[in-house]
């Protein structure tokens, strides 16, 4: 008995201290101290043997029972620190290492480019109002002196909505609705989103920016000399000191005489290039002195008050100031063009 109480321990001890993980741990328990055990048993017939083997075998295996319980304790919290020290190493934080960058946004560039033309007129005693994208018949047309079936609505190619709404080809009708609001004087500009029903290349899309301007007060108050000085202003701190401004005649119904503008080219300063297409000259948008029949659209009477307006496409400009190409890119969403802003 004493040679099967050795090779109990011997191998016990063994395969304890090679336990990995506590499930095997607990199996070894089962095996070596539970009641189905071969130490079990051996306890079980010491009371079988003659009183001095009795005592000396006695003794060996509750011995053994003993050592078995420490060494599968202590190989117990080897297991443990053994998974303590894992997870150490898994979860070490080095806090001094470089932190991930977070991406940081930043405005469109047409936003940053109405944001400056709102700033400039801003500086010159302009209130910016905004207006709405969906218009009706009478304020995107018939009170800018555009009534139905004349010509002059050919001039806007409009995406007509089913109610016979329409979305506004231009932020003109704001100037309608301003005026039947307030009384001059008043100087405001008008910066939003246009639609046209027109193909889009690089010069055009359906879906761009325009910037209306209008100052009214009394009669004679107001001149084309104010109106030229005004857009020139404008132009030179947008573009720069050097900037010229050109006014061609053109007809806008709403207008009385109305103007092509033009700036010179800020990329070759009027010798011409590629941007300019050789001519030295940039044409930004329209303006003029009010027509007297948009006054008495909104209620004015006639001749009492006199006033300018103009309207520029927001598109150009930021393609001129950024020295862009296709309009097209603006609207594109790509990453790669947007992010060099
Ligand atoms: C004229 C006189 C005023 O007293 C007031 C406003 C105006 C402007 C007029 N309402 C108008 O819409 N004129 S426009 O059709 O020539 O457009 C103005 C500018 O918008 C153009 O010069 C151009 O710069 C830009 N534009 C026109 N169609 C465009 C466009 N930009 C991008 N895509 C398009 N499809």
Not at 10 to 29: G, H, Q, V, W, Y
Not at 66 to 84: A, P, V
Not at 191 to 197: A, D, H, I, L, T
Request: glycine fraction near 8%.
């Amino acid at each position: 008995m004493k040679n099967q109480i050795n090779k109990i321990k011997e191998l016990a001890l063994k395969e304890i201290s090679k336990a990995r993980n506590l499930a095997d741990l607990e199996k070894l328990r089962v095996k070596y101290l539970g009641r189905k055990s071969e130490l079990t048993n051996v306890l079980r017939g010491v009371k079988d043997l003659s009183k001095n083997e009795r005592k000396e075998v006695g003794e060996m295996a509750n011995k053994l029972r003993g050592e078995i319980e420490s060494g599968i304790k202590n190989q117990e919290l080897r297991i443990k620190e053994l998974e303590f020290s894992g997870i150490e190493e898994k979860e070490k934080i080095d806090v001094t290492y470089p932190g991930r960058k977070i991406q940081k946004g930043h405005l469109h560039p047409l936003t940053q480019v109405r944001y400056e033309i709102e700033e400039i007129f801003k500086s010159m005693g302009f209130l910016t109002v905004e207006g709405r994208e969906v218009e009706d018949e009478f304020h995107n047309f018939d009170a800018l002196n555009i009534p139905k079936n004349h010509p002059a609505r050919d001039l806007w190619d409009t995406f007509w909505l089913k109610d016979g709404n329409l979305l506004r080809t231009h932020t003109s009708p704001m100037q309608v609705r301003f005026m039947k609001e307030n009384k001059p004087p008043f100087r405001i500009i008008i910066p939003g989103r246009v639609f046209r029903y027109e193909a889009s290349d690089a010069t055009h899309e359906s879906n761009f920016y325009h910037v209306e301007g209008l100052m009214v007060d009394k009669k004679e108050k107001i001149t084309v000399a104010n109106l030229k000085s005004t857009i020139a202003c404008f132009m030179k701190n947008l573009f720069g000191e050097k900037t010229k401004l050109r006014l061609r005649p053109s007809y806008f119904p709403f207008v009385e005489p109305g103007f092509e503008s033009d700036v010179t080219c800020p990329y070759c300063g009027g010798k011409g290039c590629r941007i300019c297409k050789g001519t030295g000259w940039i044409e930004l948008g329209g303006s003029g002195m009010v027509n007297q029949k948009v006054f008495t659209s909104v209620g004015f009477p006639e001749d009492k008050y006199e006033g300018f307006a103009f309207g520029f496409g927001l598109d150009r400009i930021a393609m001129i100031k950024y020295g862009v190409d296709d309009v097209r890119l603006f609207y594109g969403g790509d990453l790669r063009f947007l992010e060099q802003f």
